[in-house]
């Protein structure tokens, strides 16, 4: 399972893995026809369509001209194909420019310029600043010194922000000149599509300074459609090429999410089907009982008395090809059609433009905008989704003093500031620790102020604060940090980074104080990663208070702390900590075990408040969905307090006498089952009060309670209108999505980070904030919309018109081909029963594709109620939400021009496709349309027939 | 105001931007009671007056229907009527007296009926070749017409199951000694004769074969000019018709008596249909059809009945339209 890239190695290995070809594609010129075909006739509907076709071709049997079925269904695939053969032309067109771009790659030891589709595993590849990268790289040089260089990967993320790539130790310092004739083998695990991890090791070979492995992470790779920037210069090895880059692996096809009317549809035809077949079967036996009993009589027919062996099944066949109408062969086109203008009028719609940043709204999936106006369940995010993600860094407390509760910013507090002045030394300790312990890049820009690329909003708020409190984060120059405080630059070297994840939720950065050379540990996280493991004696009581406090106040709170480290502590663990990182297997487990042994005896700083402001219309939007019985769930990993706050001020829980909120808690399965029960009690009684009940559960009772009650949990779930689920992780996020969808509940879920994708990708109906934490939610689901507020529109406006139309639009299918089935199955009552079309083809065909299927398109217009009125009562919903549309009579609530123009227009279509076919003498219908109209009578029936249907 | 602004202002007068935002103007009918009860209204004091012309006009025609097939049978034949009809060497004369009831102005058509005859049976309608109709001999992708397609490896002419069938029976009218004219011309379509049949097509090997089926042709006469048979081949829809045989064209008057010398030649013993000999005269909508008229008084005098209903129950109940009281979910709290 694993791969050697031996670098710059030109014979061996060239055969062995992909070239650095991109291909999207998914047909070529010749397998196009069998391949695309293939596809198509893999869904039901398609097969049985050429079934019907197929046996058309048996004259004997063939009511009417083979053509009627052949047109449309060569029609329809054509439609498909073609739309298939476009998108995939685009994508050669685009993979074709990739791979013919010019890169410098070094061949025989010589710089070369090629083209990107020659590169090879082991190649060694310049790029210069603003290049796109052209495949995965493992770095072995920069520009920069100290061995530095900063992508963007935007299309790789969507994350904005500069990040820095850093070459391996073990090429620090290798000659400009050297690195052509570098020589060595990279072990890495084979291609996969994880972005942010990457375990291999390197080994340089002699005369390379020495044959130690030398890890690497994904800190020293440059990923395939990143950009160098701020770079004058860097190469790297290829590791993987083409379609194995890792952009290359996650490009995989989504699963396709079908919606519930989708659903319906196919059950409703598989339901026609069987109608078919039994009154083929029906009329099949009639029509052999009569064909021995009368049709012998009827000498005229001249009936052989001695019929082939498949005599018997002539007349049922016959009637198969004559219900084949029954299902209509163009649903699925116009369906197709109609769900992208669907999508197109949400991209459209100038009312869900974000006016701050000017990004439209947007539907990835075109196919599921009707199953947004049967959504049951909103799952969704707290930051950034609820909140604006803006973080402002608002009060403090440090080693027990309050900062800022007076004037509800502590930047303005004097106590503060005086205290700064004064170079307080536990404040200037904590605001050190604000200041450095991050992963933020100071960038000077040419006016002289500093600029932070931050990738966590919220350390971006720490270090500015720590700025307005003059101790400046000046720069970082490779390992050495340097801090401005007070006029006095203080340097320190960052030995070792602990990076954050969700599961420990704190970070730490090992530093080296350069004046005096002690070694300290910074580490900042969540109040449960850091206050549990304060030294024996530290008095945490004022921090829990403190934390609790801002939690209240709905404030976002980091504990900070830091401790100091003996030398040979440090050497020892930094050991411990270099095999973990380049162990190929749980790395990440494995380093986190290794962080743990380092993060005790914590002299904990202070604690931090950020505040992070409710989005506009957050409670309105709330407040109008819940009327509209959508049920809201807030699963964030923030903490239960802030989580409640938050939920208070939006709207989603009401205050204490009128909603009621029962928490679910526990460390151990017995009380997480104690609480669950008696919660699960208050339910059943409350359930008949209008009262609002909300549960709150916590990340850890959360896992108990899904892994051992899974049952009452789900019970619960289905009970509560409302739930809150703090400290969360990702994955516990899809669980809960997975949860309510096992219970046939149609769930949204919206969110705007990467720790939402999951949820995103796993819930019905995915909706992604393109918000500040970068673009990663928004990619991953299938609307992405800029604020919040917009989920109303989505929802109440365009998921349910969508809903209405498409109900329409099938029901009307349907019923048309029922219509003229049921005209052809009575006609058969008098014909005999053998099977006579009493439709010509021509007339057949024209009825499907003109008459019938063009003007209903327009019915994608049609508003039963006007926007206005669904936003004052958005309890309408309710109908969409039980699928009720779908058993409502038909009909079009308003016509505008397009409409008007449809159905006339397809009244004077039928009179001239009519009148042509007429004109033709070798028609069958030659003249007769002339002479229907040139009668009285045919005018004064055809009124008639109007009159009574519209009446 | 900016040129940008302006601009963007222009754009929401167009057509297209209004379609992108879903805002074109539209009318929206809603049926309030006071639309519903005037439709109503209007469809009934329409209806009636239409349905009473219709009614009207399909009263002036005079029809008189006589069914031959059962009497034109001698009484010694009664009981196996198929054998009589199938043996050429018996005479097929038969003497019908039909009475006229009312005046009957000229022209006055003559029909003849056949029920629960399948012309539209699909062995039958199948089997033709329209092709052949039109260009002869020459044209040989006759393989549509089994079981009646080749006579001594030639292809019949016309072939197919719906010439061969052909309704052979003849009438001759009498009126006090003189025969009266009937003109046997021009009964088929122009476009049929024009365009359809040939004018250089002989049925020169028409039932000449072992199966005989109905009527012959005379050879001599082009297809064009076969009007019987071009007639007959207009199949029917459904398994009770009428074609046209020819129209007299004098006045019959009230008491007289019109003989009919028949020739009763066609079977329809076999599977006992019905043959029927109908003279009729036509108004402007055409022949004898009440159902036209009865439907429209029907359809108008039930809308006016409706909007009366109607009326009575918009001025029992009203309520002010479009208030928010009535719906369902208020309803719900309002009995809570």
């Given amino acids: ?951 | 105001m900016t040129d940008t602004d302006q601009e963007r202002d222009r754009n929401k007068e167009t057509a297209f931007y209004k379609f992108t935002q879903q805002t074109l103007p539209a009318c929206k009918p809603v049926l309030t009671p006071a639309w519903v009860i005037t439709i109503f209204l209007f469809t009934g004091c329409i209806f009636i007056p239409v349905g009473l012309v219709t009614l009207r006009a399909s009263r002036s025609v005079v029809e008189i229907v006589d069914r031959y097939d059962a009497e034109c049978v001698p009484e010694s034949f009664r009981i196996d009527k198929v054998s009589y009809v199938q043996d050429d060497s018996i005479p097929k004369n038969c003497s019908r007296f039909l009475k006229v009831h009312k005046y009957m102005k000229a022209p006055i058509y003559i029909y003849y009926q056949l029920d629960n005859y399948y012309q539209n049976h699909r062995r039958y309608v199948k089997s033709r070749s329209d092709q052949q109709l039109l260009h002869g001999r020459k044209y040989h992708g006759t393989s549509s017409c089994q079981p009646v397609e080749f006579n001594n490896d030639h292809a019949i002419v016309p072939c197919g199951l719906v010439a061969w069938s052909l309704f052979n029976d003849t009438f001759k009218f009498i009126r006090e000694r003189a025969e009266l004219k009937v003109n046997r011309k021009n009964i088929a379509w122009k476009s049929d004769r024009d365009h359809k049949f040939g004018k250089k097509v002989y049925p020169y090997n028409f039932q000449n074969g072992t199966l005989i089926g109905g009527g012959k042709l005379n050879p001599r006469i082009p297809l064009s000019d076969q009007e019987d048979l071009i007639v007959w081949m207009r199949i029917s829809a459904l398994p009770s018709f009428r074609k046209l045989y020819g129209r007299i064209e004098e006045d019959l008057d009230v008491d007289d008596v019109v003989v009919v010398h028949l020739m009763n030649n066609y079977n329809t013993y076999s599977f006992s249909g019905k043959k029927k000999l109908v003279l009729s005269t036509s108004s402007w909508l055409g022949g004898k059809n009440d159902f036209l008229g009865l439907a429209y008084v029907f359809v108008g005098s039930s809308s006016l009945i409706l909007a009366l209903v109607f009326m009575l129950l918009h001025l029992r109940y009203r309520r002010p339209y479009g208030d928010t009281i009535y719906l369902p979910w208020n309803r719900k709290s309002l009995s809570v």
């Fill in chain 1, 1 to 951: 399972m694993k791969r050697y890239v031996y670098i710059n190695d030109d014979e061996s290995l060239q055969e062995l893995y992909c070239d650095n070809q991109i291909s999207n594609r998914k047909y070529t010129v010749l397998n196009f026809l069998p391949k695309n075909l293939w596809e198509q006739f893999s869904r039901f509907m398609n097969q049985y369509f050429l079934l019907i076709a197929c046996l058309q071709l048996w004259s004997l049997i063939t009511p009417v001209n083979p053509a009627s079925t052949w047109g449309p269904l060569i029609f329809i695939f054509a439609v498909s194909a073609s739309k298939e053969a476009w998108d995939d032309y685009n994508r050669y067109l685009s993979d074709k420019k990739a791979n013919e771009k010019e890169v410098w790659v070094v061949r025989q030891g010589i710089k070369k310029h090629v083209q990107a589709q020659d590169i090879h595993v082991g190649n060694i590849v310049w790029l210069r600043e603003n290049d796109e990268v052209p495949c995965d790289l493992v770095l072995i040089g920069t520009s920069d010194p100290q061995g530095l260089c900063y992508v963007e990967t935007a299309a790789l993320d969507g994350e904005t922000d500069l990040k820095t790539r850093v070459i391996p130790s073990a090429c620090m310092g290798i000659d400009f000149e050297l690195l052509h004739k570098i020589k060595g083998v990279i072990e890495c695990p084979n291609p996969d599509k994880d972005i942010r991890r990457f375990d291999a090791n390197l080994r340089l070979f002699p005369p390379f300074i020495d044959n130690d492995v030398c890890p690497l992470t994904i800190k020293n790779t440059i990923l395939q459609s990143c950009y160098l920037r701020n770079t004058e210069w860097a190469c790297g090895v290829a590791v993987y090429t083409g379609n194995e880059t890792k952009l290359g692996m996650s490009r995989g096809i989504p699963e396709p999410k079908l919606t519930a009317m989708d659903a319906m549809i196919d059950k409703l035809t598989g339901a026609i089907f069987v109608f078919q077949i039994v009154v083929v079967m029906v009329l099949g036996i009639a029509g052999n009982v009569w064909k021995d009993t009368e049709a012998r009589k009827q000498w005229y027919v001249l009936y052989p008395y001695e019929g082939p062996w498949y005599e018997l099944l002539v007349i049922p066949l016959r009637f198969e090809l004559l219900c084949s109408i029954m299902i209509p062969i163009s649903i699925k086109v116009s369906l197709d059609l109609v769900k992208s203008l669907y999508a197109k009028f949400i991209d459209w719609d100038n009312e869900m433009i974000d006016q701050e940043t000017g990004i439209p709204s947007h539907a990835a999936n075109t196919a599921i905008s009707e199953d947004l106006g049967q959504v049951e369940y909103i799952l969704t995010d707290k930051t950034g989704t609820l909140t604006e993600n803006r973080m402002i860094f608002r009060r403090c407390c440090i080693s027990g003093i309050f900062y800022g509760n007076e004037s509800g910013d502590a930047l303005k507090d004097v106590e503060l500031l005086n205290a700064v002045a004064g170079s307080s030394p536990d404040v200037v300790r904590f605001l050190t620790v604000m200041a450095i312990c991050n992963t933020v890049i100071p960038v000077k820009s040419k006016t002289g102020a500093i600029l932070y690329k931050a990738q966590s909003q919220d350390e971006d708020a720490l270090v500015n604060a720590a700025a307005r409190l003059h101790v400046v984060y000046v720069n970082k120059n490779a390992n050495i940090l340097e801090i401005r405080f007070n006029g006095s630059v203080i340097q320190y070297e960052v030995l070792e980074t602990l990076e954050f994840t969700s599961d420990r939720k704190r970070m730490s950065v090992v530093v080296k104080d350069c004046q005096n050379g002690k070694i300290i540990l910074l580490s900042k996280g969540a109040d449960e990663a850091i206050l549990p493991y304060a030294y024996a004696g530290q008095q945490t009581r004022t921090f829990i208070e403190a934390v609790e406090q801002y939690a209240q106040l709905g404030l976002r709170t980091l504990c900070l702390a830091w401790r100091e480290l003996k030398e040979d502590e440090y050497q020892e663990w930094s050991l411990m900590f270099k095999e973990a990182s380049s162990t190929l297997v749980d790395r990440e487990w494995r380093i986190a075990e290794v962080c743990q042994r380092l993060e005790h005896d914590f002299e904990i700083l202070g604690v931090t408040a950020i505040e992070d402001r409710l989005q506009d219309g957050v409670p309105e939007t709330i407040e109008t969905l819940r009327k509209a019985g959508i049920n809201f769930w807030m699963l964030t990993g923030d903490k239960q307090n802030t989580a409640i706050q938050i939920a208070l001020s939006c709207n989603f829980i009401s205050p204490e006498p009128k909603g009621q909120l029962l928490l679910i808690d526990g460390k151990t399965e017995d009380e997480v089952c104690r609480s669950l029960e008696r919660v699960l009690l208050t339910m059943r009684i409350t359930s008949s009060e209008p009262k609002d009940v909300a549960f709150v559960v916590d990340g850890w009772a959360l896992e108990i309670a899904l892994k051992h009650y899974r049952k009452a949990f789900t019970e619960l779930a289905i009970l509560s209108r409302t739930a809150i689920c703090c400290r969360v992780t990702p994955s516990q996020k899809a669980q809960l999505v997975e949860l309510l969808k096992s219970c046939d509940y149609r769930t949204l879920a919206i969110g705007d980070g990467g720790n939402d994708v999951r949820m995103i990708q796993q819930a019905d109906i995915g909706v992604g904030i393109s918000g500040r934490e970068g673009l990663q939610a928004a990619r991953a689901a299938d609307y992405s919309i800029g604020k919040f507020r917009f989920l109303k529109r989505l929802i109440l406006v365009h998921g349910r018109y969508s809903y209405n139309r498409t109900a329409f639009l099938s029901q009307y299918s349907f019923y048309k081909s029922l219509v003229i089935c049921f005209i052809q199955i009575f006609f058969s009552f008098i014909s005999g029963v053998s099977g006579t079309s009493l439709f010509n083809s021509v007339s057949l065909m024209a009825y499907n594709v003109f008459y019938t299927s063009v003007p209903v398109l327009v019915s994608v217009l049609d508003k039963d109620l006007s926007e206005g009125t669904i936003m004052q009562h958005p309890q309408i919903l309710f109908y969409c939400q039980a699928g009720r549309a779908f058993v409502v009579a038909l009909e079009t609530n308003s016509f505008t021009i397009l409409q008007h123009l449809a159905i006339w227009g397809n009244l004077v279509a039928f009179y001239v496709i009519n009148w042509i076919f007429s004109a033709v003498p070798s028609s069958g219908m030659y003249t007769i349309m002339f002479r229907l109209c040139r009668q009285p009578s045919y005018w004064i029936t055809m009124f008639l027939i109007v009159a009574a249907g519209m009446g």
